[in-house]
């Protein structure tokens, strides 16, 4: 139900939000920017909204985890959970090319007054993009759910539960893009508090199956999209529709690429669940997944939050990525959420070790069962997820981001292979310690591989040192 955020698209407009709020170059450090933000009354505002929509996703997270764990079987939740992670890889090949390209495109279209051709082309692809394959998700669902051993509607559910969460989430987008907070946080934190007892009700009154929650999750999805779409609605409604705009070029120079990582990330993320439900059991893959989703969260959230205050003040120190002294800085602001980060993962990973089982029945139920150990690699790999997660900005800052889509492919084709390999061989135990083996290459790949971080950091303070402020790097060459 989670998995890395998606910062692609996000990055000027963070920039800028960090320019707003003293995240220049000069003016102190980040305490002291801190400082002004929260001095600030709509800074102030945003960062209370931010932190209580994050707080209400984190709690849901294990609310709707222990509903679910407790009124669908274990494959029932299998079956749920891997159609969910199948819809993310569905929208990563068919909506992201336009998603990322319209979001990187967005204020800009409203400058040049071509919103309404930007908006409208977005609707079309949108319904194409969702409409044909919740068709072909009902035409195939009996045949292809039966071959699966699903229920024989659930793939038609998971076609809607895409279609739905797709409209849902661009609302959410959309407010996020327009630093509207508070209606990012109400529709997004109200559609995760609203999926409780929705979910419980259809699960007790109308059936427990996979179909029924996916049904359930989708209705909700759709209502909260009609409310979370209507002032971007409101908007455009009297904006041209055939104005020039550059969207269409956008999606093929920056949003495909950017869907391409997203796919590979998509691999990295989810291969293992699914090859572990398909050589043992959907049992399994229920137990493997409720527990990388309970262990996981608190990486997810930690990485949020330190992805929330670095990447915008990063942007902003480095607004020209040709000066070695600009690059530097954010550079360092990078490094230090990195550091941050591997202090409090570590500091968690002995507990996840220590006590993993008894927490895994708690958070579930007792049927739930997994050895401390196998829950401890678990963790280790979302630990090193995480990190790789918070890395891999430092390619956007340098603008070598061809450099990062090509780690990525290395690290997906690493992943798959060795999570097979390790499942073939031990099961849940292999699934587990072949994904943070994975992982643990694929760090080493990012930081020590060609273009890696060490050599963006060492290439970086190499033309500091040796030249004047004035000094530009060559940021701008083919190879990025």
Not at 230 to 235: G, N
Not at 255 to 264: K, S
Not at 281 to 290: K, L, M, P, Q, R
Not at 352 to 381: D, H, R
Request: glycine residues 10%; hydrophobic residues 55%; charged residues 15%.
């Amino acid at each position: 139900m989670s998995s890395e955020p998606s910062v692609i698209a996000a990055g000027e407009d963070a920039g800028a939000d960090a320019a707003q709020s003293g995240g220049g170059e000069k003016g102190g450090g980040i305490g002291s920017k801190l400082g002004r933000i929260w001095s600030d009354r709509r800074l102030r505002s945003e960062v209370l909204w931010v932190a209580s929509h994050r707080v209400v996703e984190f709690v849901v997270v294990f609310a709707l985890i222990k509903l679910l764990t407790n009124l669908l079987s274990q494959a029932q939740f299998g079956e749920y959970s891997l159609v969910v992670t199948a819809a993310a890889l569905l929208s990563n090949l068919l909506i992201m090319p336009m998603n990322q390209a319209f979001l990187r495109n967005y204020h800009a279209a409203y400058q040049r007054k071509s919103e309404g051709t930007a908006a409208w082309r977005l609707v079309r692809w949108y319904s194409a993009a969702t409409a044909v394959p919740v068709l072909v998700c009902v035409l195939l669902s009996v045949p292809v759910g039966g071959w699966l051993g699903f229920g024989g509607w659930t793939i038609a559910a998971g076609g809607l539960w895409y279609a739905m969460d797709r409209w849902r989430t661009l609302g959410v987008e959309i407010a996020d893009l327009r630093r509207e907070r508070k209606q990012c946080a109400m529709f997004s934190a109200s559609f995760q508090a609203l999926s409780i007892p929705v979910q419980y009700f259809a699960l007790t009154q109308i059936g427990a199956s996979a179909t029924t929650a996916l049904a359930a999750s989708a209705t909700l999805g759709f209502v909260i999209a009609i409310l979370g779409l209507i002032p971007e609605w409101r908007r455009v409604r009297g904006a041209a529709a055939d104005a020039p705009d550059e969207l269409g070029a956008l999606v093929r120079s920056f949003g495909v690429p950017a869907a391409m990582m997203l796919v590979f990330q998509w691999l990295q993320q989810f291969a293992d669940r699914f090859i572990l439900s398909g050589l043992e059991s959907v049992d399994s893959g229920g137990v493997y997944i409720a527990a990388l989703q309970i262990f996981g969260a608190p990486y997810l959230l930690c990485l949020n939050v330190l992805n929330w205050l670095a990447l915008p003040v990063a942007y902003a120190r480095a607004k020209d990525a040709r000066d070695p002294a600009q690059l530097w800085s954010a550079d360092k602001v990078l490094l230090g959420a990195v550091a941050a980060y591997v202090v409090i993962g570590l500091a968690s990973l002995p507990l996840c070790f220590a006590v993993g089982g008894p927490l895994l029945k708690l958070m579930t139920n007792p049927t739930y069962q997994l050895e401390s150990s196998v829950i401890g690699l678990m963790a280790l790999g979302r630990f090193l997820q995480g990190l790789v997660v918070l890395l891999q900005m430092m390619f956007a800052i340098h603008q070598r981001m061809q450099a990062s889509l090509g780690l990525r492919i290395l690290g997906a084709l690493l992943t798959v292979p060795i999570c097979y390999f390790a499942v073939k061989q031990a099961g849940v135990f292999g699934a587990a310690a072949g994904t943070a083996v994975a992982f643990a290459l694929y760090l080493l790949l990012l930081v020590f591989g060609p273009d890696g971080c060490y050599w963006l950091v060492r290439e970086t303070r190499a033309a500091l040192r040796g030249s004047s402020p004035a000094r530009r790097l060559d940021a701008a060459s083919p190879k990025s």
